[in-house]
């Protein structure tokens, strides 16, 4: 199992380590424009092998797109993150350039590759990827539902006063502080409904919690956060490369799923060898259709700022 990651930088080296470290793939690329950049952090990667007890090979290059061969996933992290106070929206104008020509020249060496897209605007980068590559839509995934979930349910476990184990829940809709859904009604401790533990008033301030999830994190850090984004790509990574059939929320091309067209945008996929291997269809209240389709509005906004 090859896998590639586009971007060496905070998001591309801790999921490239998480790999690694899960230690289920055979070798993993490295790429980045910075010269020397993905090269040094592969054989930092590299030294703490030993430490931490995998054998995944990590290599890094400079943009020779001839070293990510045959990758069976390739991962784009490429781009500008946001500073405290930007919207994800804002980093559109650079990153849709350097996207799509990621994307174009991973595809040149990696036909048959899955591409999953983490690079923000990441709905609208994953809508971007689908237009300009003509790789079928089972093969184009984006990373921002998974987070946005984990993110979630580190909320309800405060609220809950409960681990984290112990609590299941799920955010789907746009990778954006608005566009975010958290699915309140349906998060469970130990399959009872949260609400058995908390009132309405806390579930809800849990919810805009998760929302500013990213935005309360780049006002502490400087930048954006790293350590779970780089896990939450892993994950996918691994539910494919291992054909676990898990369920993740992840943005995908909708073709009347949830009353819903021709955007990216995230709902419950089952991940698998091939990709996205089925979409699963939640029965939504009259409220969270509404606010899906809020969400959905907001995303197609974003695309129509791409110059297609
Ligand atoms: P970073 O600045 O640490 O790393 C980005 C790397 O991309 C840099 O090393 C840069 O040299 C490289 N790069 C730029 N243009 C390139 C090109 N044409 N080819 C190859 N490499 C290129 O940024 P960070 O924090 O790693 O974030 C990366 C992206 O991921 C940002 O757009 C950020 O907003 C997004 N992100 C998305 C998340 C999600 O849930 N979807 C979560 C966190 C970040």
Redesign the pocket.
């Known amino acids: 199992m090859k896998v590639t990651v586009?971007?060496?930088?905070?998001?591309?080296a801790s999921c490239a380590e998480y790999i690694a470290i899960k230690n289920f793939a055979s070798e993993v690329v490295l790429?980045?424009?910075?010269e020397g950049?993905a090269e040094g952090k592969a054989m930092d990667l590299m030294q703490t092998a030993s430490l931490n007890g995998f054998d995944t090979k990590i290599t890094g290059s400079t943009?020779d797109y001839s070293k990510t061969a045959n990758s069976d996933i390739c991962v784009i992290?490429?781009?500008?993150?946001?500073k405290p106070g930007m919207t994800?929206e804002e980093?559109i104008g650079i990153?849709a350039g350097?996207v799509k020509?990621?994307s174009a020249d991973l595809i040149k060496h990696s036909p048959e590759t899955i591409i999953i897209v983490?690079?923000?605007p990441?709905d609208t980068m994953t809508y971007l990827v689908h237009k300009t590559t003509g790789l079928p839509k089972e093969r184009i995934i984006?990373?921002?539902g998974a987070?946005d979930s984990a993110r979630f349910k580190y909320r309800l476990a405060e609220a809950l006063e409960a681990p984290i184990s112990d609590v299941d829940g799920m955010v789907i809709g746009g990778?954006s502080d608005k566009g975010m859904v958290p699915l309140t009604r349906l998060a469970t401790r130990n399959s009872v409904p949260v609400t058995a533990f908390i009132s309405q008033e806390r579930l809800d301030q849990v919810k805009e919690d998760t929302k500013v999830g990213?935005a309360t994190l780049t006002g502490l850090l400087g930048?954006?956060?790293?350590y779970a984004?780089g896990a939450?790509v892993s994950g996918l990574v691994q539910a494919i490369a291992c054909d676990q059939k898990k369920i993740y929320p992840c943005s995908v091309l909708l073709n009347g799923e949830y009353g819903l067209s021709d955007l990216c945008i995230g709902v419950p996929v089952v991940l698998g060898r091939n990709g996205i291997e089925k979409i699963v269809e939640i029965e939504l209240n009259d409220a969270e259709k509404a606010h899906m389709q809020e969400s959905a509005d907001g995303v197609n906004a974003t695309n129509g700022l791409l110059e297609l």
Do not use: C, E, F, Q
């Open positions: 586009v971007g060496a930088g905070a998001v591309g790429l980045d424009i910075k950049y943009s992290t490429s781009g500008i993150p946001r994800r980093l990153n350097i020509a990621v983490v690079s923000n990441m984006g990373m921002g987070l990778h990213g930048t954006s956060a790293w984004p939450a």
